[in-house]
């Protein structure tokens, strides 16, 4: 079904990449935020990277979203989060 001023399909999957400092414990902040809208969230969904110098870490969430409204409370939740630095 699509949504009214969205251009995706809900349910559909989508993945969202957070970034953060890698000793910042960003990733289990930014998974628990994830588990916080989706509590059956398997880790084996998620992808991590740390960068060439060991200063950043990149994770990839794949989701099973079911609505606009249920993807933009995550984003603005990953936003509100001070360790992220970038969220896409």
């Given amino acids: 079904m699509k949504e009214r001023g969205s251009l995706l399909e809900f349910p ?6 957070a970034m953060g400092r890698s000793d910042s414990g960003f990733e289990a902040k930014a998974l628990a935020i ?10 084996a969904n ?5 960068s060439r110098k060991g200063n950043y870490i990149s994770v990839t969430f ?10 933009d409370e995550l984003y603005r939740e990953l936003t509100a989060c001070e360790e992220l630095l970038m969220v896409i």
């Fill in 46 to 50: 998620m992808r991590s990277a740390v």
């Fill in 12 to 17: 559909c999957d989508f993945p969202i990449k």
């Fill in 62 to 71: 794949d989701l099973h979203v079911t609505s606009q409204e249920q993807l």
């Fill in 34 to 43: 994830v588990r916080g809208h989706q509590p059956d969230f398997d880790a």
